[in-house]
C-alpha cells in the first residue's frame, strides 16, 4: 500500500516537472527531433515594453542669483566674465588678487576667506606688484562617513547622484563646511580638484598646510624649483621617507619656495601617495613668468577660467584656463564612508586596498564628470581668439586628450616651453599619469586650427574615459563652445537629443534605456515573461517532491 | 537692541574677555561688522548671532550669567578611542533663559569651531550660534538660551571635525533626552562591528557543543517515547 502510494507521487513528480521544463532548454538533437515530428510552436509574442519612467530632472542650468557669471571691477581688481552656468566666486576671486590681508573687510567676507588666506606682502623688486606671498591650505574630506547619519557627510557630486569619497586640498575659509545644516552640502570652495595656485617667478612664497584632516598629510612641490629643505634646514619636500615628519591632524607646518623656473606645474600630499594622491590631494602649481604689475590670482577654486589673468598671459591669450583631469576609484572612495572610526579607514584604505589590483571608475576635469562638466568647464570663447590651456593629469590612468573640430599646438610639457620646431598642430595628446602639458588652441577659422562656429566636444579619447563608472556619456566630456552657441544663462544651445534622463541619478544608477528619450519604445525595458511562473512553480514542486520521496525513503530503509 | 549696538558690544566684550590673546591693532585692521547679520570677525577667529541682551521667547527675566572655558584640540581626543579631535569639556548644562558666554581655546594649528544648533531662528539667523578660532587662538561669545528644556547640538563643523570626536550637546535645563554619539557622554548611533579575529571559529566552537547536546538530549526522549512515535507514523 505504503510502496504504490509512494511509486505514484514518484511518476506525478516526474510528470510535473517534465510538463514544466521550458522547451528552450531540451538538449538541441532533442529540440531538432521535435521539430521534425511536430514542426514549430505555436506564436507567442515577446514581452511588451515597460512603460517610460517618469523623471524628475535636475535643473541643467542653476540660476545665477548672486550675479557671480558677470565681468566686475572688485575692490580695484577686473574680474572677467565667466560664460558657463556656474561660475567662481568673483569676490574671492579679488581677495586671491589683492591678497586677503589686503582687500575691503566687506570683499573678503563675501569672499568667504580667512584674512590670512592668502597674505601679501612687500614689493621686493620693486616692479608693482607684491613679491612675499604666503598661502595657507587647509585639507577637507568631502562625502565622508558619519557615526550619526548614513548620507554623506560635507556631499560634493560629481554628476548626478555619483559622490565619491575624496580629499582635497582647500583654501582658508570662514564657517561652516557646508552650505547650510540641513543640505549638508559642501560649500562652493570645498570642491574637487584641490585649487590651482598660481605665483610669480622669483617671488618669495611660503605655504602653510593646516591640516585640518584627521590622517597625516604633506605638500610636494611637483616640478616647482624649490630647496631640499627650508631656510631654517628643516625638510621642505613633503616626502616622508626621505624629507620630513609628515604634519600630523590639528598640526601645521610651512613649506617655502622662489621659483626661478617658469612653468605649469603640480602639487600633492606625498604621503602613502599611491592612496592619499588618488584621493584628490592634488592641484595645479603654476609659476607665471616675472613682469611689472603682475598681480596674480594666487588661487583658482576648482581650476577652470582663470578670471584675472597673469600679465604674461595677457600678452599673448585673450582667455586662460587651468584643466585638471582626475579619476577616482569608487572601491577606494567608499572605505571613507564605511569605517567611522580614523584606525580602521586608515587600516582599510592603507593595508586591505591592494592598487596593484584596482581600477578607476569615474573621470573628472576639474572636479565634475558629464553632464556637470557642461556647467563649469566648457571653453567659451569668440571666433579669433587664443586661449591658453593648462593642462594636468592627475589620475592613474593617462588620458588621450581629444578635441572636436579643432588642432591645439602643445607649446610646453612639463612646464618647459618646447622647440619651435616640434610644435605642430595635433588634435590629440597623450597625457600620462602626472605630466602637464600648456595647449594653444587658436580658434581662427582656417580649415586646420579650427573648422568654426559650433559646438565641439574635448575629451579623453580612451573609451573608459567619456563614462561614470560605464554609462555613457560621461567621464569628462566638455566642450568648446562659440560665443553665438551659448544662451544668456550659460547653457550651450546644443542641437541633438534631449538631456533630462543625463541630468537624473537613475541613468547612471543604470535603471533608464540609454536611447529611451528620443525612441520610446523601441528600445525599452522589458517587461518579464508571465509564463514562467507556472513553470517556475511546476519546477519547483517537483523537486520538493522527489526531495521528500528520498528523504521517507531513507528513513524506511534505515528503521 | 538693534544689530548694530550688539556689534558694537561684542567688539567691546571681545576685547575685555580676551585681551591678553588679541592684539588690538589687529581688531582695528580686521573687525569688520558688514550686512552679514551679527558676525564678527578678525585674524583669530569670528563669532556669529552673538547675543547680549534679547531675551527668548518665554523668558520673563535674563538668567544667570554662566561662563565657561572650553579648550579644543587632538590632545583632548586621546582619552576617547577611535577619536582625533576633541574638547575639554563636552556637555554644557544650563539653566533656561541664561546668559551663557564661552571663552573657546584652540590648542590646535588649525581653525576650530564651537558652534551650537537649533536655536529660536527669530533670535539666531539659521538658529545656530558659532565661534570659530584661529590655530592657537581664543574666541569669546555669548548668547541667551531658551526657556524650553531641551539638548541642543554643539559641534565643530570643519570637515569631519564632529564625525572624528568634536561633538557634544547643551543641556538647557532637564534637557530632553541625551543626543547620540557625544563625546564620552552616550552611545554612536552606527558604531563599527569590531569583530572578533577568530569570531566564526568561537561561534562554531560553541555551535559544536550545544548541538551535541541538544542531539543526545532529544535522542534519550526518542528512546523512552518511541514506541507511542511509531504508532503516530505508521
Known amino acids: 500500500m505504503k510502496i504504490r502510494k509512494s511509486l505514484l507521487l514518484l511518476i506525478a513528480a516526474i510528470a510535473i516537472g517534465a510538463l514544466s521544463y521550458p522547451p528552450q532548454w531540451y538538449p538541441m538533437p532533442l529540440r531538432l527531433q521535435l521539430t521534425r515530428w511536430f514542426g514549430a510552436a505555436d506564436y507567442r509574442p515577446l514581452p511588451l515594453s515597460m512603460d517610460p519612467q ?11 542669483a548672486s550675479g557671480w557669471r558677470e565681468a566686475q571691477v572688485i575692490d580695484g581688481v577686473s574680474v572677467t566674465r565667466s560664460a558657463p552656468c556656474v561660475a567662481d566666486n568673483p569676490y574671492a576671486v579679488a581677495a586671491f588678487v589683492k591678497g586677503t590681508n589686503n582687500v575691503s573687510k566687506d570683499t573678503l567676507l563675501r569672499s568667504g576667506l580667512t584674512s590670512d588666506a592668502v597674505e601679501k606682502g612687500r614689493d621686493l623688486d620693486g616692479d608693482g606688484d607684491p613679491d612675499e606671498i604666503h598661502i595657507r591650505l587647509e585639507v577637507a574630506e568631502l562625502n565622508g562617513g558619519s557615526s550619526v547619519t548614513q548620507r554623506p557627510v560635507t556631499s560634493y557630486d560629481i554628476a548626478p547622484g555619483i559622490q565619491p569619497g575624496m580629499w582635497v586640498f582647500a583654501p582658508k575659509l570662514v564657517g561652516m563646511a557646508v552650505e547650510n545644516f540641513e543640505t549638508g552640502i559642501a560649500r562652493d ?12 617667478q622669483g617671488d618669495s612664497i611660503t605655504i602653510t598646510l593646516e591640516n585640518s584632516h584627521y590622517m597625516p598629510h604633506t605638500l610636494h612641490l611637483h616640478g616647482a624649483d624649490h630647496g631640499f629643505v627650508d631656510s631654517s634646514g628643516e625638510g621642505n619636500d613633503g616626502v616622508p ?30 604621503v602613502q601617495p599611491h592612496v592619499h594622491v588618488l584621493m584628490g590631494l592634488q592641484g595645479l602649481f603654476v609659476v607665471e613668468e616675472n613682469r611689472p604689475n603682475n598681480w596674480l590670482q594666487t588661487m583658482n577654486v576648482g581650476a577652470g577660467l582663470v578670471r584675472a589673468p597673469s600679465a604674461a598671459v595677457r600678452e599673448s591669450y585673450d582667455q586662460e584656463y587651468d584643466l585638471h583631469y582626475l579619476d577616482l576609484d569608487k572601491d577606494l572612495g567608499e572605505r571613507i564612508r564605511k569605517y567611522r572610526d580614523p584606525r580602521l579607514i586608515t587600516q582599510s584604505m592603507h593595508r586591505e586596498y591592494d592598487i596593484t589590483d584596482a581600477d578607476v571608475d569615474f573621470f573628472t576635469l576639474n572636479g565634475r564628470s558629464f553632464p556637470y562638466t557642461f556647467r563649469e568647464s566648457l571653453l567659451v570663447a569668440a571666433e579669433g581668439e587664443r586661449l591658453k590651456l593648462r593642462v594636468v593629469n592627475g ?14 599646438s602643445v607649446t610646453d610639457r612639463d612646464g618647459v616651453r618646447l622647440s619651435p620646431a616640434t610644435v605642430v598642430p595635433q588634435d590629440v595628446v597623450w597625457i600620462p599619469t602626472a605630466q602637464r602639458v600648456d595647449l594653444d588652441l ?23 574615459g567619456v563614462t561614470n563608472d560605464g554609462i555613457g556619456p560621461g567621464g569628462n566630456i566638455s566642450a568648446i563652445v562659440y560665443a553665438d552657441y551659448i544662451d544668456d544663462s550659460g547653457w550651450p544651445k546644443t542641437q541633438g537629443v534631449p538631456w533630462n534622463q543625463y541630468f537624473t541619478k537613475e541613468y547612471y544608477r543604470k535603471e533608464i534605456p540609454i536611447w529611451e528619450s528620443y525612441a520610446p519604445g523601441l528600445f525599452s525595458n522589458t517587461v518579464s515573461d508571465p509564463w514562467w511562473y507556472p513553470r517556475l512553480a511546476g519546477m519547483a514542486l517537483a523537486l520538493a517532491m522527489l526531495a521528500a520521496l528520498s528523504i521517507a525513503a531513507l528513513r524506511r530503509r534505515s528503521s | 537692541m538693534m544689530r548694530a549696538p550688539v556689534g558694537l558690544l561684542s567688539a567691546a566684550i571681545l576685547l575685555l574677555a580676551s585681551s591678553a590673546d588679541i592684539a588690538a591693532q589687529d581688531l582695528m585692521d580686521h573687525s569688520a561688522h558688514s550686512g552679514h547679520d551679527s558676525m564678527r570677525l578678525d585674524r583669530d577667529g569670528s563669532v556669529m548671532n552673538e547675543n547680549l541682551d534679547s531675551l527668548p521667547r518665554g523668558c520673563e527675566a535674563l538668567g544667570r550669567h554662566l561662563h565657561f572655558t572650553i579648550h579644543a584640540g587632538v590632545k583632548y581626543a586621546r582619552d576617547i578611542p577611535g577619536s582625533i579631535f576633541g574638547m575639554s569639556q563636552y556637555e554644557v548644562r544650563v539653566e533656561p533663559c541664561s546668559r551663557v558666554t564661552v571663552t573657546f581655546v584652540n590648542e590646535d594649528e588649525v581653525r576650530h569651531q564651537w558652534m551650537v544648533h537649533g536655536l529660536p531662528k527669530y533670535l539666531y539667523p539659521a538658529g545656530m550660534f558659532h565661534i570659530e578660532a584661529s590655530g592657537g587662538k581664543s574666541v569669546t561669545g555669548t548668547f541667551i538660551v531658551p526657556a524650553e528644556d531641551r539638548n541642543y547640538l554643539i559641534h565643530c563643523d570643519l570637515s569631519q571635525h564632529m564625525e572624528k570626536g568634536m561633538r557634544g550637546q547643551l543641556v538647557v535645563g532637564r534637557g530632553s533626552g541625551d543626543l547620540w554619539s557625544v563625546g564620552g557622554a552616550s552611545a554612536y548611533f552606527f558604531r563599527d562591528d569590531y569583530m572578533p579575529r577568530f ?19 532529544a535522542k534519550r526522549e526518542s528512546a523512552t517515547g518511541s514506541a507511542s512515535r511509531r504508532e503516530i507514523f505508521d
Not at chain 1, 395 to 408: D, E, P
Not at chain 1, 442 to 463: C, M, V
Not at chain 2, 202 to 217: H, M
Open chain 1, 395 to 408: 589620475g592613474a590612468k593617462g588620458i588621450s586628450l581629444h578635441t572636436h573640430g579643432h588642432k591645439f
Open chain 1, 442 to 464: 587658436f580658434l581662427t577659422n582656417d580649415g586646420l586650427h579650427s573648422y568654426g562656429r559650433g559646438i565641439w566636444l574635448y575629451h579623453d579619447h580612451q573609451n573608459k
Open chain 1, 54 to 64: 517618469v523623471l524628475d530632472a535636475e535643473t541643467f542650468c542653476p540660476e545665477d
Open chain 1, 241 to 270: 621617507i626621505t624629507s620630513e615628519i609628515p604634519v600630523m591632524p590639528g598640526h601645521a607646518r610651512s613649506y617655502e619656495l622662489q621659483p626661478r623656473h617658469a612653468g605649469t606645474m603640480f602639487y600633492h600630499c606625498h
Open chain 1, 189 to 200: 570652495a570645498l570642491r574637487l580638484p584641490s585649487p590651482a595656485i598660481r605665483v610669480e
Open chain 2, 199 to 217: 569570531a566564526l571559529l568561537f561561534a562554531v566552537l560553541l555551535a559544536v557543543p550545544g548541538f551535541l547536546a541538544t542531539w543526545y538530549l
